[in-house]
C-alpha cells in the first residue's frame, strides 16, 4: 500500500489593529508562532498593506472590486483557517476588520455568496489593556464570521491588561493566558487539519475498512 501523506493546515492571522505597537497584532504574532510550531503553514496578514475604501455600494457598482479587495479575496481564500485577534470598539470589533470582511463578501461568482469564507475554520482573539481584555467583540466578531459561513470554534481568548501582557520577544508572560492561546491555536490547527485532508482520511478508511463476510466490517491489525 502506497504511503498517504497528509497536508499541513494554511492558517492566516489577521490583526484588526494596524496601530503600531498594537497589542492585538502581538497577539496574533505570538499565535503564529504556536500554529507554525504545530506544523501549519502560517500568513500573519497585514491590513495596513490593503487600502480599502469605506464600503460604498455606488462606489462599487461605478468602479467595481478595488484591486486590493480581489488580492486580500484571492489571499484569504487559499487559507484553510483564520485566526482573527481584534480590539474592542464600543463593544464591536474594529471597524477596520468590518469593512476589510464587508469587501471579502463581495465579487463573488453567481451562486456562491460569501465564496471566500465558506468552508474556513476560525477563532477570534481579543487583548486591551483593560481588565476584560476585549472580550466584550469577541461574541460580534464570531457572529459576523459565521453569518458569512465560517465555521467559528468556540475557544477564544481575552488578555487583559495588555501593558503588562507580552514580554519583550511579544510571547505572553502569564501562563494561564499562554496555555489559553496554545489550546485555541491547537483546536483550530486541528480542525482546519482534518478538513484540509478530508478525502485523503476517507480514502484511508476505505482502504482498512472493508465488509466482512456477514456485512459486518474488518479492522486493520491493532486496531
Same mark, same amino acid.
Given at each position: +500500500?502506497? %504511503? *498517504?501523506?497528509?497536508?499541513?493546515?494554511? *492558517?492566516?492571522?489577521?490583526?484588526? @489593529?494596524?496601530?503600531?505597537?498594537?497589542?492585538?497584532?502581538?497577539?496574533?504574532?505570538?499565535?503564529?508562532?504556536?500554529?507554525? @510550531?504545530?506544523? %501549519?503553514?502560517?500568513?500573519?496578514?497585514?491590513?495596513?498593506?490593503?487600502?480599502?475604501?469605506?464600503?460604498?455600494?455606488?462606489?462599487?457598482?461605478?468602479?467595481?472590486?478595488?484591486? $486590493?479587495?480581489?488580492?486580500?479575496?484571492?489571499?484569504?481564500?487559499?487559507?484553510?483557517?483564520?485566526?482573527?485577534?481584534?480590539?474592542?470598539?464600543?463593544?464591536?470589533?474594529?471597524?477596520?476588520?468590518?469593512?476589510?470582511?464587508?469587501?471579502? @463578501?463581495?465579487?463573488?461568482?453567481?451562486?456562491? +455568496?460569501? $465564496?471566500?469564507?465558506?468552508?474556513?475554520?476560525? *477563532?477570534?482573539?481579543?487583548?486591551?489593556?483593560?481588565?476584560?481584555?476585549?472580550?466584550?467583540?469577541?461574541?460580534?466578531?464570531?457572529?459576523?464570521?459565521?453569518?458569512?459561513?465560517?465555521?467559528?470554534?468556540?475557544?477564544?481568548?481575552?488578555?487583559?491588561?495588555?501593558?503588562?501582557?507580552?514580554?519583550?520577544?511579544?510571547?505572553?508572560?502569564?501562563?494561564?493566558?499562554?496555555?489559553?492561546?496554545?489550546?485555541?491555536?491547537? @483546536?483550530?490547527?486541528?480542525?482546519?487539519?482534518?478538513? %484540509?485532508?478530508?478525502?485523503?482520511?476517507?480514502?484511508? *478508511?476505505?482502504?482498512?475498512?472493508?465488509?466482512?463476510?456477514?456485512?459486518?466490517?474488518?479492522?486493520?491489525?491493532?486496531?
Amino acid at each position: +500500500m502506497s %504511503a *498517504i501523506s497528509l497536508r499541513k493546515p494554511a *492558517i492566516a492571522l489577521i490583526s484588526g @489593529s494596524i496601530r503600531d505597537g498594537s497589542f492585538n497584532t502581538k497577539l496574533a504574532s505570538a499565535a503564529e508562532r504556536i500554529a507554525s @510550531s504545530l506544523g %501549519a503553514k502560517t500568513d500573519l496578514v497585514d491590513l495596513s498593506a490593503y487600502d480599502l475604501p469605506v464600503y460604498n455600494q455606488d462606489f462599487e457598482a461605478n468602479n467595481g472590486i478595488p484591486k $486590493a479587495a480581489a488580492e486580500l479575496k484571492t489571499r484569504l481564500g487559499e487559507q484553510d483557517a483564520w485566526i482573527v485577534a481584534s480590539p474592542e470598539y464600543n463593544g464591536f470589533p474594529t471597524p477596520l476588520l468590518v469593512n476589510t470582511f464587508t469587501w471579502l @463578501s463581495r465579487g463573488d461568482p453567481q451562486g456562491q +455568496m460569501y $465564496a471566500t469564507f465558506s468552508g474556513k475554520t476560525a *477563532i477570534v482573539l481579543s487583548s486591551s489593556p483593560g481588565a476584560m481584555g476585549g472580550m466584550r467583540s469577541l461574541n460580534p466578531l464570531g457572529t459576523l464570521l459565521a453569518n458569512c459561513g465560517t465555521n467559528v470554534l468556540a475557544p477564544s481568548v481575552a488578555v487583559g491588561g495588555a501593558f503588562k501582557a507580552f514580554d519583550d520577544s511579544g510571547d505572553l508572560v502569564d501562563e494561564r493566558q499562554k496555555k489559553m492561546l496554545e489550546l485555541a491555536v491547537e @483546536s483550530v490547527f486541528l480542525t482546519a487539519r482534518d478538513v %484540509a485532508n478530508r478525502e485523503v482520511t476517507c480514502t484511508l *478508511i476505505r482502504q482498512h475498512l472493508t465488509p466482512g463476510e456477514y456485512g459486518g466490517v474488518s479492522l486493520p491489525e491493532g486496531s
